[in-house]
């Protein structure tokens, strides 16, 4: 697309070297505006037990669903200062539009288990298998330039065909512990550690065979272990909680790569009223993040994303 756009403006058959639509001595204004929208759910068969009330255990089958839609939009315009060609063309302004569509289905298996030694203290242990996914991908990508060729504007556009490709997924396993401790029947405080390792997610099964070696072999160099951290406390007036909690995840990558410190941060708080069978739950839940990216290799600076996320959740619950 871009020898059809003319960003790559000329061959050297001599050398094998293209030539760029712009000298190496101009500069251009750039932006990449990204958009991602979608979602996933889970569907859940469970069972549960207990012994003596003393130990209890239980495990379940989720049937999950997954939808991510990516759109990116890069773009270019050239400074006024910039050269002109000898034969008077000039480079004005690229656009660049990305769009990815995935689509899937999956299965996963949590087994875990509750230890109660007396009645103030809780201790837990799950195991989460990794998720399986199906997943379809489906993509496209499309380049518009502007030149002014011989003193007229002129517009170039390629579009790629488009494309779609199927293959399957396996999220990290998880293993998590937690602890609860009751006081004096009125406030409760409990803690969760997880253990995942991000190195053993695997892409597997492509739709024209690939077994995705390489792709694979690049995640155990890029990714890691990590320990996630969760602690939440809550405290009982009559038939009114009150509830507060904080969570860290450290950054998934090595040392090294460019999203090393990108841990996420998560504070909450909210209120809940139980009455016979009726619950109302209010939280509030905090994320914050600073994720980096780069447009593409090169001489640029890197462009830090601050995530501040904020969502505030309301639950109704009746038992019967």
Same mark, same amino acid.
């Given at each position: 697309?871009a020898?059809n ?8 058959n001599?050398t094998?070297?293209y030539?760029p639509?712009?000298? @190496? ?16 759910? /889970? ?7 207990? %012994? ?5 255990? *239980?495990?379940?089958?989720?049937i ?9 939009t890069y ?8 050269g002109?060609?000898p ?9 660049? &539009?990305q769009y990815?569509?995935? +689509?899937?289905?999956?299965?996963n ?10 009645? /103030?203290?809780? @201790? =837990?242990v ?5 998720t ?32 779609k490709?199927d293959?399957?997924? /396996?999220t990290?396993? &998880? ?7 009751i #006081?004096?029947q009125?406030? @409760? ?5 997880? !253990?995942?390792?991000?190195s053993?997610?695997?892409?597997? +099964? $492509?739709?024209?065979?690939y ?15 990590t ?6 406390? /809550? ?7 009150l ?10 990558? +090595?040392?090294? !790569? #460019? ?9 909450? *708080?909210g209120? $809940?009223?139980?009455? =016979?069978?009726i619950?109302?739950?209010l939280?509030?839940?905090r994320?914050?993040?600073?994720? +980096? ?5 090169g001489?640029i600076? %890197?462009v ?12 109704? =619950?009746?038992?019967?």
């Amino acid at each position: 697309m871009a020898w059809n756009t003319y960003l790559l403006y000329e061959y050297d058959n001599a050398t094998g070297n293209y030539t760029p639509a712009i000298f @190496l001595e101009d500069s251009v204004n750039y932006r990449n505006i990204v958009t991602t929208e979608g979602g996933s759910g /889970e569907f859940t068969i469970a069972f549960g037990g207990n %012994i003596s009330n003393t130990f209890y255990f *239980g495990a379940s089958l989720g049937i999950t669903d997954f939808n991510y839609t990516y759109t990116s939009t890069y773009e270019e315009a050239a400074k006024n200062s910039n050269g002109t060609w000898p034969n008077g063309d000039r480079f004005y302004s690229l656009n660049y &539009k990305q769009y990815i569509e995935t +689509k899937g289905t999956g299965y996963n298996l949590k087994i875990g288990g509750i230890y109660v030694p007396t009645p /103030e203290v809780r @201790l =837990g242990v799950s195991l989460h298998t990794p998720t399986f996914y199906n997943f379809d991908d489906a993509f496209s990508s499309s380049i518009v330039t502007d030149f002014d060729t011989a003193s007229t504007a002129v517009n170039f556009i390629s579009n790629s065909p488009f494309g779609k490709y199927d293959y399957h997924f /396996e999220t990290p396993m &998880k293993l998590i512990g937690s602890a609860a401790f009751i #006081i004096m029947q009125k406030g @409760l405080i409990s803690i969760d550690v997880e !253990y995942v390792n991000y190195s053993a997610m695997r892409f597997r +099964k $492509g739709g024209d065979g690939y077994n995705f070696w390489d792709l694979n072999s690049q995640m155990d160099n890029v990714f890691k272990n990590t320990v996630n951290y969760r602690i939440g406390g /809550e405290y009982k007036l009559g038939n009114l909680s009150l509830r507060g909690g904080y969570s860290f995840y450290p950054s998934p990558y +090595k040392s090294g !790569y #460019i999203n090393e410190k990108s841990n996420i941060q998560q504070f909450s *708080g909210g209120l $809940g009223y139980r009455s =016979g069978n009726i619950s109302i739950d209010l939280a509030y839940l905090r994320t914050m993040q600073d994720l +980096k990216a780069v447009f593409y290799n090169g001489d640029i600076p %890197i462009v830090t994303n601050k995530i501040r996320d904020s969502k505030v959740l309301l639950t109704f =619950g009746f038992r019967f």
